[in-house]
């Protein structure tokens, strides 16, 4: 029997445009975790679309309420 756990860290560098890799990835590994996610505090709740056996904790690093958005999205961590 193995206890073990699989644990990777990925830069998805955008995750809505890295969606099918983190798919695979949920196939392999136990746990992910995800950088520069580049999601806003709204788009947060698509974490947890890419597979429903895994829990899903997401922090933007963009602060909508300060300023209005400009340029690319940045930043992002995601478990």
């Given at each position: 029997m193995n206890n073990s756990l699989s644990?990777?860290?990925?830069?998805?560098?955008?995750?809505?445009?890295?969606?099918?890799?983190?798919?695979?990835?949920?196939?392999?590994?136990?746990?992910?975790?995800?950088?520069?996610?580049?999601?806003t505090n709204i788009d947060l709740p698509t974490l947890s679309l890419v597979n429903e056996s895994f829990y899903t904790k997401g922090i933007s690093s963009m602060d909508l309420e300060e300023s209005?958005?400009?340029?690319?999205?940045?930043?992002?961590?995601?478990?």
């Amino acid at each position: 029997m193995n206890n073990s756990l699989s644990v990777i860290s990925f830069n998805c560098k955008n995750f809505k445009s890295s969606v099918e890799e983190i798919k695979a990835l949920t196939e392999t590994y136990d746990i992910i975790l995800l950088q520069e996610t580049w999601l806003t505090n709204i788009d947060l709740p698509t974490l947890s679309l890419v597979n429903e056996s895994f829990y899903t904790k997401g922090i933007s690093s963009m602060d909508l309420e300060e300023s209005i958005l400009i340029g690319r999205p940045h930043g992002g961590l995601a478990f």
